[in-house]
């Protein structure tokens, strides 16, 4: 199927050691058996591999083909955990919402403010997946045609405890509650103003506990 076009293996660093000579053998001649099949057949495709397992300590452990990882590793890059690149939680919290707000024939369409400022907020240790999976549990539980914060997970809305108190962190915190009360809590202005990206903002907000005034 996969023939003139791109194979995607995700996980590549659990797969059998078994699995890992097959594979192997099927990069270096590109030929391959159908199971129960007895005639050789040619395929030519683009492999993209991904794993969340650092593989050098695989190999090292014995439980990862050395020569399969320089087979695969032609190109690679490292890809940022969700809470460092926390601009991409809108584009993809609306791509899960339309995608189950059809599996599931929810009147579902879009997310609140609140809510996506609490997504802003939350670190997703389990990255995408886990907001995959946040965005489907609000689909299924929600009860209009927004999204609240109620509908999230209650993982989504702690907040982590305040750092130690120090002068420093106090003065910063100070700064940047009267810049947000400045500009009306509008995140795009006062990061601006502070020097820092919004990502950042966010972190410092979780951070410090600020909330918008009532």
Not at 28 to 57: K, M, W
Not at 141 to 150: A, E, L, N, Y
């Amino acid at each position: 199927m996969a023939h003139g076009g791109t194979l995607f293996l995700d996980e590549i660093g659990e797969i059998s050691m078994r699995m890992q000579i097959d594979l192997l053998q099927v990069l270096e001649d590109r030929v391959f058996y159908r199971v129960g099949g007895t005639q050789p057949l040619e395929a030519y495709f683009r492999v993209i591999a991904a794993t969340n397992r650092n593989i050098e300590d695989a190999i090292k452990n014995g439980i990862f083909r050395q020569d399969l990882y320089y087979r695969l590793n032609v190109i690679s890059f490292k890809m940022p955990p969700l809470r460092e690149r926390k601009e991409d939680i809108p584009l993809l919290a609306e791509h899960f919402l339309h995608r189950f707000s059809q599996e599931t024939n929810r009147p579902i369409k879009k997310i609140s403010r609140n809510a996506m400022d609490e997504m802003m907020l939350y670190e997703w240790p389990g990255n995408v997946r886990e907001l995959e999976n946040a965005i489907e549990r609000a689909v299924v539980v929600g009860k209009g045609h927004t999204i609240m914060p109620d509908d999230l997970p209650i993982f989504c809305r702690e907040h982590v405890s305040p750092p130690k108190n120090s002068l420093l962190r106090e003065v910063e915190k100070a700064h940047i509650f009267e810049i947000l009360n400045e500009n009306r809590w509008n995140i795009a202005k006062s990061s601006k103003m502070l020097g820092i990206d919004r990502s950042t903002l966010y972190s410092k907000i979780k951070r410090y506990k600020l909330s918008k005034p009532a």
